[in-house]
């Protein structure tokens, strides 16, 4: 059975140091998702990929979270530099293209972050 | 802008109970609905979804929601509740067109007690 591929599963991280996420969504899926989770909280969207173009990054903190999809396949989610409230599980997410009708978004494991 | 509240952060039952979790919504135009779970250190599963026709709506696992226009609810409930229930519970909605991304609700956490 085809899953969204997260790596790596567990990232401890000092504050002020640059930390990369990866994700592979399901071969065939066009829109890819990056979730932020905090603690005690339902997830919110960072950014949002058809293909390789960003449909919507209105909640990414621009000034230290960048998130790319060159070829339109596979996505990394950068943090630079780290902050301590930034310790959360990201998550990604794929799903076909949504043309007016209902795709459903599959999830990755997550990556939990602790920054120290 | 769409907003999901759920009304209780925590829900603790016994075994073999029957279990209600509480989630309203506010939207201005038609949106999907949708209950995930989500067990310890995992991403999340989708429990079922509600896009249009029958208000009641069958999932995995034994549980069903009942979609409520009037009062802008979705409510997640199963008759009969095991220990492997025991799980974080996620209310979300997307609006019908566009982009169609998830927003969620705070979460329940149902926690099964023998």
């Known amino acids: 059975e085809a899953e969204v591929a997260q790596s790596p599963r567990y990232k401890i991280t000092e504050k002020s140091q640059a930390v990369a996420f990866w994700c592979d969504p399901i071969?065939?899926?066009?829109?890819l998702y990056w979730y932020r989770q905090i603690l005690g909280q339902g997830p919110e969207l960072l950014v949002q990929f058809q293909d390789e173009s960003v449909v919507d990054d209105s909640q990414l903190p621009k000034d230290r979270f960048s998130a790319e999809r060159l070829k339109g396949v596979d996505s990394t989610l950068k943090i630079q530099p780290a902050e301590l409230g930034d310790s959360a599980m990201y998550l990604c997410?794929?799903?076909?293209?949504?043309?007016?009708?209902?795709?459903?978004?599959?999830f990755g494991p997550g990556t939990r972050l602790t920054v120290l | 802008a769409q907003s999901v509240t759920q009304l209780d952060s925590q829900v603790p039952v016994f075994e073999e109970a029957p279990v209600e979790l509480r989630c309203n919504y506010s939207s201005s135009v038609s949106v999907y609905l949708f209950w995930y779970v989500q067990y310890p250190n995992q991403g999340l599963q989708l429990l079922l979804k509600?896009?249009?026709?029958?208000?009641l709506v069958k999932g995995i696992n034994g549980f069903e929601a009942e979609f409520n226009k009037s009062q802008t609810s979705f409510h997640l409930r199963k008759p009969s509740v095991h220990i492997s229930d025991t799980a974080e519970y996620f209310c979300?909605?997307?609006?019908?067109?566009?982009?169609?991304?998830?927003?969620f609700g705070q979460g329940t956490r149902l926690t099964i007690n023998p």
């Open positions: 071969s065939g899926h066009a829109t």
């Open positions: 979300a909605v997307s609006i019908i067109q566009g982009a169609q991304k998830l927003v």
């Open positions: 997410a794929s799903s076909l293209y949504p043309q007016g009708t209902y795709n459903e978004q599959f």
């Open positions: 509600y896009l249009s026709g029958s208000t």
